[in-house]
């Protein structure tokens, strides 16, 4: 059966399971088994590392301009609400918050510079697959 996506498309994605949702852009890693494997490459999610999905046909489409600017600027925001939380809580408090994470602020970095220089295709040095019944926050 021929395949709608090939390796390293960029993707836009609308993952959803039980547990979790998620609308992201992403890049295919393979096919394998009837469903693809697409990496997190920004969104709305604030993640710790770059995370593999995977992902149905259905759940998969060609990413439109406005789409990459909606991500581009929800990974942004992402970034920008850890980095405010870090230094309000040094300010204000001492204790400690959710966003207060080195793993989600250095990730988050890395995935804003990515989006912001249209570097696609670079990956973060630590990967994880997240299986259809996994929960990811």
């Known amino acids: 059966m021929p395949r709608k996506y090939q390796d390293n498309q960029l993707v836009a994605a609308y993952y ?3 547990r979790m949702s998620a609308r992201f852009l992403g890049v295919v890693q393979k096919y394998e088994s009837g469903k693809y494997y697409v990496r997190y490459i920004c969104g709305e999610k604030s993640l710790s590392c770059d995370r593999v999905f995977e992902c149905h046909t259905k759940e998969l489409c060609e990413p ?7 991500m581009q600027e929800s990974q942004v925001m992402v970034y ?5 939380s870090r230094a309000d809580r040094t300010a204000h408090h001492h204790g400690r918050s959710y966003y207060d994470n080195d793993e989600r602020l250095i990730w988050s970095s890395f995935a804003a510079k ?3 220089g249209s570097h696609f295709f670079r990956t ?4 994880q697959i997240v299986w259809r019944t996994d929960y990811v926050c």
């Open 16 to 18: 959803a399971t039980r």
């Open 64 to 70: 439109s301009n406005s789409f990459i600017d909606d």
């Open 80 to 84: 920008n609400n850890i980095v405010r």
């Open 114 to 116: 990515r989006i912001l």
């Open 124 to 127: 973060f040095p630590v990967s």
